[in-house]
């Protein structure tokens, strides 16, 4: 049977529609009731403008309700929803609009000029949504189409969303996923962290990634609760709302900001049901410090761009520190050896199946058909072992992709435009272990005999005009050589362990 993840969503309503979803931190609110007017006007406006089921639809703005219902709508249009981090360049933006073919953009006012520059032979409408979520060509135009619309039937096998995700040549790589997958694991989420009407969610992620728009804004969708809506993270900002929150979800760096500050304590979190961390490793002092000063145990869990989330802590039982717990219901996990067979112990490749994880990559059937084994397992890159308890614990990663603040970021990227830096000759990037980043991007460079090069300050301000801010390195280390192994592959492991307490000693 047919079935849009709206109507999934759909379905999980309060009965009371009047019930507040959103509240934003300028204290507006926003009902189901609006939630579904307001995403059918936008629905019907955009079919009206002539984009069709499975068009792509590019939005980079910032993070406001309106752009949750923008969300929404596409989804009951069928449209293909393309979330663009904010923090992308010109030249970034560039590769995504020429790779994903989009059929409109929505972007922030001063980003308009760009847009329309970059129209390709396929027609490119472009329109604009303020930072406030109230005005913009988005908005205004749309406010005399009729809040009427049919959601479009979607097979579960239908794309939903593409996420941009790294490249191991330094291109970005489009993961497709679907009605089917978003529903499988939401409803998955759900049931695991026990999601009920009553629960408020303090959300102070962006809204670009899976963790903010899929992990959080399903889990309130699915149970028909509310959200207290943070336009970003502010100390002060979450200790006024913890008390009216029953879950927070959040990257490590949120916690040990709320560990920084002396006010933070258990007379704040006396309401909160559930902390859950993710999208970076945490560090296990994290969870102990947070555990001695709150009285609550974080939950950590583990999800990709490609597959969601794949398993979690539990809610009821013991949570591990340094582990990410078990399976998701619906979701197979296997830890396999080089000849991709199924280890009794110790450490090995993670691998994934089920109806969570993506379709592939847009526009890439050789690297998807590379990324999964024979018998459907996705090959997560990520090398993990079992705990004695069963509980999977991520030791590293077989790719060499950088996760900084929740962020994904893959060296060779970076690499590319620092070996085109006057006086290197060469470098590496890596990720070294970070108390508010969970991992900071770290340049080591060679200088080519004889010649000098600019101040850390100049090269990463060089860097930052061609990258996301999220993506230049914290650090700049000046070395003789790099090591290299037999088949002259940099050692990076090496320089991890080399420069492991380098931000943390």
């Given at each position: 049977?047919?079935?849009n ?14 019930a ?83 059929s ?73 996923i ?34 903010g728009?899929?992990v ?33 979800m959040g ?106 994880v ?30 004695p ?46 108390k508010?980043?969970?991992e ?20 990463i ?11 230049a ?5 000046v ?23 380098l931000?943390?000693?």
């Amino acid at each position: 049977m047919k079935k849009n993840i709206y109507d999934v969503f759909e379905a999980h309503f309060p009965e009371n529609t009047d019930a507040t979803f959103i509240e934003t931190d300028d204290g507006s609110q926003y009902s189901y009731a609006f939630l579904a007017e307001e995403s059918a006007r936008l629905a019907r406006f955009l079919t009206d403008a002539g984009i069709t089921k499975g068009d792509r639809v590019a939005v980079q703005v910032d993070k406001s309700a309106e752009v949750i219902f923008l969300y929404l709508a596409c989804l009951r249009a069928g449209f293909v929803y393309l979330p663009l981090n904010t923090a992308y360049t010109e030249s970034e933006l560039s590769y995504f609009l020429e790779n994903a073919q989009p059929s409109a953009v929505i972007c922030r006012p001063p980003s308009e000029a760009f847009f329309h520059t970059r129209k390709n032979t396929q027609l490119i409408q472009v329109f604009t949504l303020a930072c406030d979520g109230h005005s913009g060509s988005l908005v205004e135009n749309s406010r005399s189409s009729e809040a009427e619309f049919e959601t479009v039937a979607s097979d579960a096998d239908d794309l939903a969303v593409i996420l941009y995700t790294s490249g191991t040549t330094g291109r970005p790589k489009g993961a497709m996923i679907t009605h089917g997958n978003l529903a499988a694991n939401g409803l998955a989420l759900q049931a695991a962290w026990q999601w009920q009407q009553q629960d408020v969610l303090l959300h102070a992620l962006p809204i670009f990634h899976i963790h903010g728009l899929f992990v959080a804004c399903h889990n309130v969708l699915l149970g028909g609760s509310k959200m207290l809506f943070v336009n970003k993270f502010d100390t002060k900002t979450m200790l006024q709302l913890l008390p009216k929150s029953t879950v927070m979800m959040g990257v490590p760096t949120f916690y040990t900001r709320l560990l920084d500050d002396k006010d933070f304590n258990q007379d704040v979190c006396r309401n909160i049901r559930l902390f859950i961390s993710g999208s970076a490793p945490l560090l296990e002092q994290t969870f102990n410090d947070f555990k001695t000063r709150s009285g609550h145990t974080i939950l950590e869990r583990y999800g990709m761009t490609e597959t969601g989330m794949n398993t979690s802590n539990p809610v009821t039982g013991e949570r591990l520190a340094g582990t990410v717990g078990l399976p998701l219901p619906g979701v197979s996990t296997r830890i396999v050896d080089e000849n991709n067979q199924p280890l009794a112990g110790g450490v090995g490749a993670l691998q994934v199946k089920g109806a969570n994880v993506f379709k592939g990559y847009w526009n890439m059937p050789e690297k998807t058909a590379e990324e999964f084994t024979d018998d459907g397992y996705f090959m997560t890159g990520d090398l993990a072992e079992l705990t004695p308890q069963g509980y999977i614990r991520i030791v590293g990663r077989n790719k060499d992709m950088i996760i900084t603040g929740g962020y994904n970021v893959y060296p060779k990227e970076i690499e590319l435009l620092l070996d085109e830096v006057k006086g290197i000759k060469e470098s590496a990037v890596i990720g070294l272990p970070h108390k508010d980043f969970g991992e900071a991007v770290t340049a080591v460079v060679v200088v080519e005999p004889g010649q000098t090069i600019a101040t850390d300050d100049a090269i990463i301000a060089e860097l930052k005009q061609q990258l996301a801010s999220y993506k230049a390195p914290k650090k700049i280390i000046v070395v003789p050589e790099l090591e290299r192994n037999a088949m002259g592959k940099v050692q990076k492991n090496r320089l991890r362990e080399q420069y492991f307490k380098l931000y943390n000693s």
